[in-house]
């Protein structure tokens, strides 16, 4: 199977003690565009990305998760929920090599895939 999560965290804040009393975080200055900063754009890097989403009035993180080769999902019951403050449940992919367990995850959609 082919299963796609989406998984939340709260958003973590990074402080600047260079700066002044008063002076405030632009989106340039927190965010600066990849190709300025890294000098190449993100889709060249294999890395984890999260946005910034609304939930009931705070700014979280979102991931979106894609995992092929998937045997089962499991939304476990009696789990410890973690925060509520965050959306999602913690849900257990089962695959070959073992399972995995995503903490404050949503599924988006799960496909059969055909035999080739």
Do not use: C
């Amino acid at each position: 199977m082919l299963v796609q999560l989406h998984q939340y965290k709260h958003e973590e804040v990074q402080f600047d003690d260079n700066r002044t009393t008063g002076e405030s975080q632009t989106e340039d200055a927190v965010n600066p565009d990849a190709d300025d900063y890294f000098g190449a754009e993100m889709d060249e890097f294999d890395v984890e990305t999260w946005d910034t989403v609304e939930y009931e009035g705070d700014p979280i993180q979102r991931r979106s998760v894609t995992i092929d080769g998937v045997t089962a999902v499991s939304v476990l019951q009696d789990a410890d929920e973690g925060d509520p403050g965050l959306p999602g449940r913690t849900i257990q992919i089962r695959m070959e090599g073992g399972n995995e367990s995503l903490e404050g995850a949503e599924i988006v959609d799960v496909q059969d895939e055909a035999p080739g």
